[in-house]
């Protein structure tokens, strides 16, 4: 069964950073195109990064842009969300998600459908 799991949450002053990661079971990440998402109290789900693992391919937020970097941890087998200068606003839960398809070259790191979420990890900015 193909299942995510997030880690690396935690509390940090604004300014701060975290690294978040994203390890697979039961598939592999080639091919696939992985997606970091948020959420806070009371917003929509925002859709924070994105990479297709074939091609490198890669989509930020304008939220994050220039803050957040999204890469491939071949150590930890895992997809890394490195987050730098955190503000108050990035507090949330963040999830990461698959799509399973197969992908190749394309240069398209979001994809419109997702199969498998990870149960989330919190993320908390503040003094």
């Known amino acids: 069964q193909e299942q995510l799991v997030e880690s690396g949450g935690g509390l940090v002053q604004p300014g701060g950073s975290l690294t978040l990661s994203c390890v697979p079971s039961?598939?592999?990440?080639?091919?696939?195109?992985i997606s970091w998402f948020r959420q806070a109290p009371g917003k929509e789900r925002e859709k924070v990064a994105c990479l297709s693992i074939s091609d490198g391919a890669t989509y930020y937020a304008d939220s994050v842009k220039g803050r957040f970097t999204i890469s491939r941890n071949y150590v930890k087998n895992a997809i890394d969300l490195k987050m730098n200068a955190l503000k108050s606003e990035d507090t949330a839960v963040y999830y990461c998600a698959v799509d399973l398809s197969i992908t190749i070259g394309t240069m398209i790191p979001c994809s419109p459908d997702y199969h498998v979420w990870g149960q989330g990890t919190q993320v908390t900015v503040s003094t």
């Open positions: 039961g598939f592999a990440l080639d091919l696939h195109r």
